[in-house]
């Protein structure tokens, strides 16, 4: 039986939903970024990815206690998730935006200004990939959201050799609108 006398599931039971919903943590992080009108790095997926880990494994499980089975483990978790991201993207846009303060009002640590960078190029990025035609658009979303090169070439009705090269004439088409418009 999965619950103790007291209604409180038992510390296996736990273990066993936190391993379930382990390797779904990634997609579902970054499904909730795309939704909030943010294109996370990799990098910042698993950083995200993680730091849900830590916050349904800390404290004996603590926050994986108030899955009460009322809902999906999957629209609780995209709560959790898209309540937490929300709160990280507040705090780090707060912590980012320096463009409002006076220049010797503060010291720029460099990862502030790698950030500042990260942020800015993606910006472009955004700006441009805007400007290409829907197809590559698509074609771009689905290389975004790491879709594998099968799942890329049945959803666009293409060879699957074929997507190499449309990837080589996307980025190509990227770079040319970035240095037509953005002179860089």
């Not at 209604?7 to 936190?18: H, I, R, S, V, W």
């Not at 579902?28 to 995200?48: I, N, Q």
């Not at 640590?109 to 441009?128: F, M, T």
């Not at 009705?157 to 240095?179: F, N, P, Y």
Request: charged content about 40%; hydrophobic content about 35%.
């Amino acid at each position: 039986m999965p619950y103790t006398n007291s209604q409180e599931p038992a510390n296996d039971d736990l273990k066993k939903l936190f391993e379930r919903i382990f390797p779904d943590i990634p997609s579902v992080v970054r499904e909730v970024c795309v939704s909030l009108g943010r294109d996370p790095e990799r990098t910042d997926v698993e950083e995200f990815a993680q730091r849900i880990r830590v916050l349904l494994w800390k404290n004996d499980y603590r926050v994986l206690r108030l899955f009460k089975h009322e809902s999906s483990l999957e629209a609780w978790l995209i709560t959790i998730v898209k309540r937490k991201i929300t709160r990280w993207l507040r705090d780090q846009d707060s912590i980012n935006d320096l463009e409002d303060k006076a220049p010797d009002s503060y010291i720029v640590q460099q990862d502030q200004e790698e950030s500042l960078l990260r942020k800015e190029r993606r910006k472009i990025l955004q700006l441009a990939s805007s400007k290409l035609p829907r197809r590559e658009q698509k074609l771009l979303g689905l290389w975004r959201q790491e879709r594998s090169r099968e799942e890329t070439a049945e959803e666009m009705e293409i060879r699957k050799e074929s997507g190499a090269l449309e990837k080589v004439d996307l980025i190509k088409m990227l770079q040319r609108i970035i240095r037509e418009d953005y002179a860089i």
